[in-house]
């Protein structure tokens, strides 16, 4: 797909009074937004929550995740991180996405 652009996405997360984050690399035709909104919801498989810990973020059971940070990368620096860091497959059409990350998306923007 030639409209594909390459991201180093890094996602918050949070069990109790635990906060970490996980960092992964992606590639996908959608915007910035959404790719980090998919990856944050599919890190947990968690329902959107417009207003724990004041952020929009997906929950399930306790395990909060949330968007962090967004970075396009070109593809020769995707291919070297592909061999140290989790790939994290995306969709390609936003229409595809769950109803949590859209909901998270309407409520963020």
């Known amino acids: 797909m ?8 890094t996602t ?3 069990i ?26 599919g890190m947990n498989c968690g329902s959107f929550d417009k207003d724990m810990y004041s952020r929009p973020c997906f929950d399930i059971d306790g395990f909060i995740t949330y968007p962090s940070s967004i970075k396009e990368i070109d593809e020769s620096t995707f291919d070297l991180l592909m061999s140290h860091i989790e790939f994290y497959p995306l969709e390609q059409n936003e229409s595809e996405l769950s109803q949590d990350v859209k909901e998270f ?3 963020t923007v």
């Open 16 to 41: 109790g009074e635990i906060v970490e984050s996980i960092t992964r690399v992606c590639k996908s035709a959608m915007r910035p937004e959404a790719c980090q909104a998919e990856v944050a919801q």
């Open 2 to 9: 030639s409209n594909e652009k390459h991201y180093l996405i």
């Open 12 to 14: 918050e997360f949070r």
């Open 105 to 107: 998306l309407e409520a």
